[in-house]
């Protein structure tokens, strides 16, 4: 098993990616006509990005004994899609930035984020859509549900943004939604586009499926003790924006009475400055960090984390492929994305 | 040829929006959850519409030679897509009013506006692709040229309210992308589930989108020159919004010098004047139709549509389907549509 080592695992993403970037590199809309709807569309994938999914969905194609190749326009279909859900989630949620640089809406204005966002995903499908025509209805439900319950979680996490507290099993329906169903869709889509049987892609779903799960949870760990110069966001920027995360619902979970007031008032607090406009003081988020650690939240997300990667091993290792070796590989890569520390 | 008579004609079309509502009844969001994603969904579908789109569909399946009933997943999925680009067009023109009820940005705001528009473009392709999987890439690649169409269409719209004046050229290139192409599509995409031959699918579009154009007309036609009562829109709206439109654009390319400075200048303090949110003076509009009326436009406009009518009749009388009696029923509605006065 020598495509363990980490300098192997490396190498084999790198390929994969570098076939991403050639593929995004092939649309070019710089000089599309009109230039009001493309040249949104062209700054806003210029932005970069980890570029995970595609990356996800050509080696599960290969996994399976495809060509990474033939599940190109599949994977590029999985990133404009991905694309149009953060541009208009932008506007959702009107944030000025992404990646640190201005938002489309804040940049070409909301009509053009909007009708942009919508070709995005029109532009998705185009590209799904290019397969053997066996393929397609099933890739197509696939997609078409996926593409549904990113809407579906969109919309529970801009519920949850009005309720007072949110319980661990509804959120991570949200974030299941919101978030993981489309990490699962792009190792499933990979592996349909390599000729994989229905219950080895529907596998390769469950670990999408539960490493954006996870992944979401260090996430969202990484928000309070990340190290700020590695991990690039402010720190503790969801409780200063008083959002549910999973570091917040976990602490409610397993908080005594006495350490539930405590955060609800300070929560309500930092919700009542946020409406004055008035800066959140620091010794406030404190607070809220220091009942964190009281409760023990580390622990809880690490076992969390723990949980996930044993049941992800043993879905990919449970597993034949038809190239067995990639299986190291694979859960390596789950490993990296959930324990990273950036 | 009986069927030329306009009791069949309404009959076969009721026939075809029967089946349309049935289709339609069986969306039903009203449960669906979240509600936030699916009531204005639910709301705006239910707000009613010629249901145009599907109808055409539906018949130009049976003129190839197929079963109606089988193109029902695509007459609904061009219903929901015309829907969709009608949701987040209202957003982008700041439209109180959708077939005088609220538009969903201001019944629901802008968020389940934006989203529930994404939704409805995901449930379009999740009809669309019900069809037999040697048809899709065809069904698809059509269906997903139009929707980047329209978007372009939209686009070149709002780049249009910006300008001092619009060619007749270009301006029909715009209606052509934002309107004309998904009435075409819905021919041809009817016709294509039929069994039509890709020549005879392609014919069907040319009649859809030269009736599409034509159609337009007239809208802009009724627009000044309409029956208040019979018309349902106040009278020279888009001269009160200073929006461009077939007549404009029809007079402007037919002026001389004089007329041309004197519907710059009137256009231009209609502009300011909607600007300081003053009440357009009744007799600016007056002074502009003068003009219009001067240059001959009712004229310009009936020959406009006259031709495009014979372009229409030499398309449909030069082709053979299986069901050649629809040729009348098919002429026959094109023509109620294009000189429909309401």
Chains 1, 2 share one sequence.
Request: hydrophobic share 40%; charged share 20%.
């Amino acid at each position: 098993m020598s495509h363990t080592n980490k300098q192997a695992i490396t190498l084999d993403l790198d390929r994969f990616r570098s076939l991403v970037d050639y593929g995004l590199k092939e649309l070019d809309w710089s000089v599309a006509q009109p230039t009001g709807l493309y040249a949104p569309m062209d700054y806003f994938m210029g932005l970069g990005g980890k570029r995970l999914r595609p990356a996800l969905c050509l080696m599960a194609c290969e996994m399976a004994g495809g060509v990474a190749q033939s599940a190109l326009p599949q994977a590029l279909a999985l990133e404009l899609f991905h694309n149009f859900t953060l541009l208009h989630d932008d506007i959702m949620d009107e944030s000025p930035l992404r990646r640190n640089q201005s938002t489309v809406h804040l940049r070409y204005g909301l009509n053009a984020a909007i009708l942009s966002g919508d070709a995005l995903l029109i532009e998705a499908y185009s590209r799904m859509v290019q397969a053997k025509p066996e393929l397609l209805p099933d890739l197509l439900n696939e997609f078409n549900r996926v593409a549904l319950q990113v809407c579906q979680g969109q919309q529970l996490d801009m519920d949850f943004q009005g309720r007072e507290e949110v319980g661990l099993s509804e959120y991570s329906e949200m974030i299941g939604l919101k978030t993981a169903v489309l990490l699962g869709s792009s190792l499933k889509i990979g592996s349909m586009m390599g000729g994989a049987s229905a219950v080895d892609s529907q596998a390769m779903f469950k670990v999408g499926y539960l490493t954006g799960l996870a992944f979401q949870v260090q996430d969202d760990w990484l928000d309070v003790y990340g190290d700020p110069g590695r991990f690039g966001k402010q720190i503790a920027g969801d409780i200063k924006a008083c959002k549910f995360n999973f570091l917040r619902v976990l602490a409610w979970e397993h908080s005594n009475s006495v350490q539930k007031q405590l955060l609800s008032q300070r929560f309500s607090e930092i919700k009542r400055l946020d409406g004055t406009g008035l800066e959140i003081n620091h010794e406030l988020v404190k607070s809220i960090v220091m009942v964190y650690d009281q409760i023990g939240v580390t622990q809880l997300a690490f076992e969390f984390k723990s949980n996930y990667l044993k049941a992800i091993h043993k879905l990919i290792f449970e597993q034949n492929f038809a190239h067995n070796h990639y299986r190291s590989i694979l859960y390596g890569y789950c490993v990296s994305l959930i324990n990273r520390d950036f």
